[in-house]
């Protein structure tokens, strides 16, 4: 399956059977009228097709990023994961530094992998309280964490 057709999404033209997780690519540069830029990052955990996070684990990670990253940086848009659960994706503005998002990225799995509970995992400030697993996400951060040299690397 070739799309031949340019789609309106940028990772929608990019060919997934050839990429190789993990890495951390560049996806998207906005700028506003008023010269503010936001940078957006694939961050892909995992092989597309050919594995996935489950959803719980998936979802504590959320959490503990998006808490997380931003005592690294004040310049932290969004970090969302991607629908198939393979990656996030994660946007910045007014930064960029490619190497320190790899930093705060670095930064941010470590505290993942120091953490003893996942914040906000409560039904007053979650929507699924019920499905999370600190263990799950430890597992997925350390994973990502041992081949932090290949992040720069999207193709084999
Ligand atoms: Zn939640």
């Not at 995992?46 to 931003?70: D, G, T, W, Y």
């Not at 509970?117 to 597992?139: I, M, T």
């Given at each position: 399956?070739?799309?031949?057709?340019?789609?309106?999404?940028?990772?929608?033209?990019?060919?997934?059977?050839?990429?190789?997780?993990p890495?951390?690519?560049?996806?998207?540069?906005?700028?506003?009228?008023?010269?503010?830029?936001?940078?957006?990052?694939?961050?892909?955990?995992?092989?597309?097709?050919?594995?996935?996070?489950?959803?719980?684990?998936?979802?504590?990670l959320?959490?503990m990023?998006?808490?997380?990253s931003?005592?690294?940086?004040?310049?932290?848009?969004?970090?969302?994961?991607?629908?198939?659960?393979?990656?996030?994706?994660?946007?910045?503005?007014?930064?960029?530094?490619?190497?320190?998002?790899?930093?705060?990225?670095?930064?941010?799995?470590?505290?993942?992998?120091?953490?003893?509970?996942?914040?906000?995992?409560?039904?007053v400030?979650?929507?699924?309280?019920?499905?999370?697993?600190l263990?799950?996400?430890?597992?997925?951060?350390?994973?990502m964490?041992?081949?932090?040299?290949?992040?720069?690397?999207?193709?084999?």
């Amino acid at each position: 399956m070739k799309a031949d057709k340019k789609m309106n999404v940028e990772s929608f033209n990019l060919d997934h059977t050839i990429v190789k997780a993990p890495y951390v690519r560049l996806a998207g540069v906005k700028e506003g009228i008023n010269g503010d830029v936001i940078h957006k990052y694939d961050v892909r955990f995992c092989q597309p097709n050919k594995e996935h996070m489950e959803m719980p684990a998936l979802h504590s990670l959320e959490h503990m990023m998006a808490e997380f990253s931003r005592n690294y940086s004040d310049k932290i848009v969004d970090i969302s994961p991607m629908g198939c659960q393979t990656g996030f994706y994660f946007s910045l503005i007014n930064h960029d530094d490619f190497e320190d998002v790899l930093h705060i990225l670095e930064k941010t799995l470590s505290d993942v992998l120091g953490a003893t509970e996942v914040p906000a995992c409560n039904e007053v400030q979650c929507g699924w309280a019920a499905s999370h697993s600190l263990e799950g996400a430890k597992a997925i951060a350390k994973k990502m964490l041992d081949k932090r040299s290949e992040w720069p690397q999207v193709f084999a």
